[in-house]
C-alpha cells in the first residue's frame, strides 16, 4: 500500500522568500514520485518527478525537489516566490509500472495551498 | 500535439439520474485513468483503463463505472447520482502508464459535476 503526507495545508510566503513544501510517502515498491500544480478550475500539471537516477530532480518554472530514501521524503523548493506561483501543489506517489494495484494509480497527498504576499 | 480533452467542462444533474462523462487522451496514449476530486476527501482513483480492458479499480461503488473504445478514448458512467457525487472528474493519460522512466502521465482540465 501507499500513502502520502504533505505537512501543512496552507503555506504563506513572502515574494522571492524560499518556498518550501513538504511531502512524506510510504510505499511497498519502489516508488516513482510526483509533484504537481492546480490553478483554481483547472487540472494538474507535472512540476518535476522522481523515477530513478539522480535523487536532485529539476522540474519547471525553477523548482525543484530532492528524493531521500532515508527519510522517506521528497520535499518541493523553490529559492525564490513569485506571485505567480499562487496555487495548490499536489505531491503523489506511483508504484510506476509494477504491475496489479499500480497501473493508472497516483496516490496524492491532501494539498497544499501556497500564497505569496508581495 | 493536443492534449487532454474532457467534455463537458460542467454539468448539473438531478439526484437519481445518470451522467456520462467523456476524456479523449493524447493521440497514442493507450493508458486513461479516471480520478475523483473533492475538497474532502482529496483526490481518489477511480479506475485505469488500457487498451480496452480495465486493469485496475479504486474504491468506489458499481454505481461508477468506465469503459474504453478502440480509439483510446474513454468514458465513465455514473448511476444514481448522489449529493456527495458532486466533485471535479479527471482524467489521466499515459502511453502505457509510467512504462519508462521518461513517461509520465498527462492530465485534463475535469469535468466539474454539480448533483442538486
Known amino acids: 500500500a501507499q500513502s502520502v503526507t504533505q505537512l501543512g495545508s496552507h503555506v504563506s510566503v513572502s515574494e522571492g522568500a524560499l518556498v518550501l513544501l513538504r511531502c512524506n510517502y510510504s510505499?511497498?515498491?519502489?516508488?516513482?514520485l510526483f509533484w504537481y500544480v492546480q490553478y483554481p478550475n483547472q487540472g494538474l500539471q507535472l512540476l518535476l518527478k522522481?523515477?530513478?537516477?539522480?535523487?536532485l530532480v529539476k522540474g519547471i518554472n525553477g523548482f525543484e525537489a530532492e528524493f531521500k530514501k532515508s527519510e522517506t521524503s521528497f520535499h518541493l523548493t523553490k529559492p525564490s516566490a513569485h506571485m505567480s506561483d499562487a496555487a495548490e501543489y499536489f505531491c503523489?506517489?506511483?508504484?510506476?509500472?509494477?504491475?496489479?494495484?499500480?497501473?493508472?494509480?497516483?496516490?496524492f497527498g491532501q494539498g497544499t495551498i501556497l500564497t505569496v504576499h508581495p | 500535439k493536443a492534449g487532454v480533452t474532457q467534455t463537458p467542462r460542467y454539468l448539473i444533474k438531478t439526484r437519481g439520474q445518470q451522467v456520462t462523462l467523456s476524456c479523449s487522451p493524447i493521440?497514442?496514449?493507450?493508458?486513461v485513468s479516471w480520478y475523483q476530486q473533492t475538497p474532502g476527501q482529496g483526490l481518489q482513483f477511480l479506475f485505469e483503463?488500457?487498451?480496452?480492458?480495465?486493469?485496475n479499480k479504486g474504491n468506489f461503488p458499481g454505481r461508477f463505472s468506465g469503459r474504453q473504445f478502440s480509439n483510446s478514448r474513454s468514458e465513465m458512467n455514473v448511476s444514481t447520482l448522489e449529493l456527495g457525487d458532486s466533485a471535479l472528474y479527471l482524467c489521466?493519460?499515459?502511453?502505457?502508464?509510467?512504462?519508462?522512466?521518461?513517461?509520465?502521465?498527462?492530465f485534463g482540465q475535469g469535468t466539474r459535476l454539480t448533483v442538486v
Open positions: 483503463y488500457f487498451s480496452e480492458t480495465q486493469r
Open positions: 493521440s497514442g496514449h493507450r493508458s
Open positions: 522522481y523515477t530513478t537516477g539522480a535523487t
Open positions: 510505499s511497498s515498491v519502489p516508488p516513482y
Open positions: 489521466a493519460s499515459s502511453e502505457v502508464w509510467l512504462s519508462r522512466e521518461d513517461t509520465e502521465a498527462f
Open positions: 503523489a506517489v506511483s508504484g510506476g509500472n509494477a504491475g496489479g494495484t499500480s497501473y493508472g494509480k497516483l496516490t
